[in-house]
Structure formats: structure tokens, C-alpha cells
């Protein structure tokens, strides 16, 4: 027959028990830790952001019409602010050629040479008649030119009396005749009369009828003072 022999039971001592209940005391509160701590994904998923829905004035989320209302005001006024720098850009260079324009105009004005003064006319020459009034007027120009006076019915009498107006009438028959000097032309001026007083500017010929009337009215203002003190043969 087999003998066994028994083993002894172990004898659980007080040391045994408060280990076990400090152990089992650990594992509860490990358990608990676990328990209350969450997970990262619960962690992440819970701290993450939601999605912000837009919404409409009113606080009711946007609808489709609302968003392409909204795209179309934008627009709008997108469109609104460029126009209005576009036309602000304009009338800056307006401006801008404006100034530029005004200062190339000043400075035309300030570097324009002075004109110079125009030229007075020449009056015309005065024409006369051919005949004994226009030789007459045109003498009596010439006598007041020179100083010498006289008027036109001083001038007319005498003509009239000495040749009746002919200006090539010759005196053939008195003592200048008959010496080889005789009177010509309107007032009857022998050549060496002619010659002392004929006035410069008009012909060196004694028929001429203005320088006849002339040298005749120098002597005359000469001798007599005035032709018109003239009252016969002189």
C-alpha cells in the first residue's frame, strides 16, 4: 500500500492580508482612474470645432436664393467700387492735364517775344486836277510846305488877269519882249525871276503850271509881302 504524505497547509500570517488588501485596494483604484479618464479620440472629438453653419439676418440658416442674393450684392458692389475708381482716376488726369495744359499756356505767355509795333500807314498821295483848280490847290499845299503865303483867290485873281488860265500864254509885245525876256505861263514870270525864286521840289521849267504859280508867289511874298497884295502888273 502507497503511502502519501499530505502537504501542510500554508499558513496565511497577518502580514499575508494586508498585502493582499493593499493590492486589492490598488487594482479598485486603477480601475476608477481608468475608468474616468477619456479616451484622445473622445478627448479630440469632444474639444474639436463645429462646423459653423451660415445663417440669414433673421438667425435662420442661409438658403440657396439667400446665397446667390448674397453673391449678386457682392458683385454689385464689387463692380460699385471699381466704376468708382475708375472715375476717380479719370478725373485725376483730367485734372493732372488740366494743370499741365495751363502751365504750358503761362509759359507761352511769359516766354512770348513782344510784338512789335505796327507800322503807321503811309497816307496816300494826294492827287489834283489837272486843270487850273487842281494846280492851283496843289500849289498852295506846296506854298504852305515852304512858308511861303498866299490864298486861292489871291492866286485865281491874278491868273485871270495876266493869262486867263493858258499856262503856256507869252507876252511878246512889252519891255521884257523886247529885251528877249519875255513873260510866260499863268502869272507871267520872266526867266531870270524864275530862276532867283523857283521853289525846290517842283519842275526847273517855267511853263510848268506849279512851278510857275509858286516861283511867281515867293516873289511876290518877297517884294510885296503876299500875292495876295498883288493887284496888277507886277
Same mark, same amino acid.
Given at each position: 500500500?502507497?503511502?502519501? =504524505?499530505?502537504?501542510?497547509? #500554508?499558513?496565511? %500570517?497577518? &502580514? !499575508?492580508?494586508? @498585502?493582499?488588501?493593499?493590492?486589492?485596494? $490598488?487594482? +479598485?483604484?486603477?480601475?476608477?482612474?481608468?475608468? =474616468?479618464?477619456?479616451?484622445? #479620440?473622445?478627448? %479630440?472629438? &469632444? !474639444?474639436?470645432? @463645429?462646423?459653423?453653419?451660415?445663417?440669414? $439676418?433673421? +438667425?435662420?440658416?442661409?438658403?440657396?436664393?439667400?446665397?446667390?442674393?448674397?453673391?449678386?450684392?457682392?458683385?454689385?458692389?464689387?463692380?460699385?467700387?471699381?466704376?468708382?475708381?475708375?472715375?476717380?482716376?479719370?478725373?485725376?488726369?483730367?485734372?493732372?492735364?488740366?494743370?499741365?495744359?495751363?502751365?504750358?499756356?503761362?509759359?507761352?505767355?511769359?516766354?512770348?517775344?513782344?510784338?512789335?509795333?505796327?507800322?503807321?500807314?503811309?497816307?496816300?498821295?494826294?492827287?489834283?486836277?489837272?486843270?487850273?483848280?487842281?494846280?492851283?490847290?496843289?500849289?498852295?499845299?506846296?506854298?504852305?510846305?515852304?512858308?511861303?503865303?498866299?490864298?486861292?483867290?489871291?492866286?485865281?485873281?491874278?491868273?485871270?488877269?495876266?493869262?486867263?488860265?493858258?499856262?503856256?500864254?507869252?507876252?511878246?509885245?512889252?519891255?521884257?519882249?523886247?529885251?528877249?525876256?519875255?513873260?510866260?505861263?499863268?502869272?507871267?514870270?520872266?526867266?531870270?525871276?524864275?530862276?532867283?525864286?523857283?521853289?525846290?521840289?517842283?519842275?526847273?521849267?517855267?511853263?510848268?503850271?506849279?512851278?510857275?504859280?509858286?516861283?511867281?508867289?515867293?516873289?511876290?511874298?518877297?517884294?510885296?509881302?503876299?500875292?495876295?497884295?498883288?493887284?496888277?502888273?507886277?
Amino acid at each position: 500500500m502507497l503511502n502519501f =504524505a499530505l502537504s501542510r497547509p #500554508a499558513r496565511i %500570517t497577518r &502580514a !499575508h492580508k494586508i @498585502s493582499a488588501a493593499l493590492v486589492a485596494t $490598488a487594482s +479598485g483604484a486603477a480601475a476608477l482612474a481608468f475608468t =474616468a479618464t477619456p479616451s484622445n #479620440a473622445e478627448t %479630440t472629438a &469632444a !474639444h474639436a470645432p @463645429s462646423t459653423v453653419k451660415p445663417v440669414s $439676418a433673421n +438667425g435662420l440658416p442661409l438658403t440657396a436664393k439667400d446665397r446667390a442674393d448674397d453673391g449678386t450684392k457682392g458683385r454689385q458692389l464689387a463692380s460699385s467700387v471699381t466704376a468708382g475708381l475708375k472715375v476717380t482716376a479719370v478725373e485725376k488726369q483730367g485734372h493732372t492735364a488740366q494743370q499741365a495744359a495751363n502751365r504750358s499756356v503761362e509759359r507761352k505767355v511769359i516766354a512770348a517775344p513782344k510784338s512789335a509795333p505796327k507800322a503807321t500807314p503811309k497816307a496816300a498821295p494826294k492827287r489834283y486836277a489837272n486843270n487850273l483848280d487842281g494846280w492851283i490847290r496843289e500849289s498852295l499845299d506846296i506854298m504852305k510846305a515852304k512858308g511861303i503865303p498866299g490864298s486861292y483867290e489871291g492866286l485865281h485873281r491874278n491868273i485871270m488877269r495876266e493869262s486867263s488860265g493858258n499856262p503856256n500864254a507869252v507876252n511878246d509885245w512889252d519891255i521884257n519882249a523886247i529885251n528877249g525876256i519875255p513873260s510866260k505861263g499863268l502869272l507871267q514870270v520872266i526867266q531870270p525871276t524864275f530862276d532867283t525864286y523857283h521853289v525846290s521840289g517842283t519842275p526847273h521849267k517855267l511853263t510848268d503850271p506849279i512851278a510857275n504859280i509858286t516861283a511867281a508867289a515867293n516873289y511876290a511874298a518877297h517884294r510885296y509881302g503876299s500875292i495876295d497884295n498883288v493887284n496888277s502888273a507886277y
